[in-house]
């Protein structure tokens, strides 16, 4: 056997190893939370919720801080498809939906509280894992809890970082989700 066909058979053996290691190394999750279950969890990179589970339906989960789901919350529709994010009242008394736009396998999610100093709400967003992430793009919807003192029928100032600062205006009628307010278009 001449030495060309020594490297093609060599070549050719380690080639099925390589296939193998890729496709086991991409198909194991970790994750530890049950398929379909409503999920709550910290933008922080090193979140312990998997980031390739996927979350329920945000029409599917109950209303509470700290939930996030997949998809827009019922009646919303962004105002183009740039991916800025929205935020408006949930139907819940105390509550905010915070709307934001990535990939499903890595989403970008709000705390489960905002916080309230000088009369603007601030909702800390970040993404849950820092990848392999999905190159899809999909609205997800967190639950934010907001601090007792602030008026919900009255326009309120929130500020998400990174200069998006939106102001929310108040629901049309107790047990109604309020009037979503996106950030511009970037560019």
Do not use: H
């Not at 996927?54 to 991916?83: F, K, N, R, W, Y």
């Not at 639950?143 to 009255?154: C, H, L, Y």
């Amino acid at each position: 056997m001449g030495l060309e066909a020594v490297r093609r058979a060599a070549a050719a053996s380690i080639l099925p190893v390589v296939v193998t290691a890729t496709v086991c190394s991409c198909a194991s999750s970790g994750g530890s939370e049950p398929e379909g279950e409503p999920t709550s969890r910290s933008p922080s990179p090193t979140a312990s919720a998997s980031a390739s589970a996927s979350p329920q339906a945000i029409q599917d989960a109950v209303l509470e801080a700290g939930v996030t789901g997949s998809g827009l919350p019922e009646g919303v529709t962004p105002p183009d498809d740039s991916g800025s994010p929205g935020v408006g009242w949930a139907p819940d008394d105390g509550l905010l939906y915070v709307v934001t736009f990535g990939s499903s396998t890595c989403p970008i999610v709000a705390e489960p509280e905002a916080t309230l100093a000088g009369g603007t709400l601030t909702v800390k967003v970040g993404a849950t894992s820092t990848g392999p992430c999905t190159m899809d793009f999909v609205p997800t919807t967190s639950v934010v809890g907001v601090p007792a003192d602030v008026d919900e029928n009255a326009p309120v100032t929130v500020d998400l970082g990174d200069q998006v600062v939106l102001d929310v205006q108040p629901r049309s009628a107790a047990g109604s989700a309020g009037p979503m307010a996106w950030a511009p278009t970037p560019g």
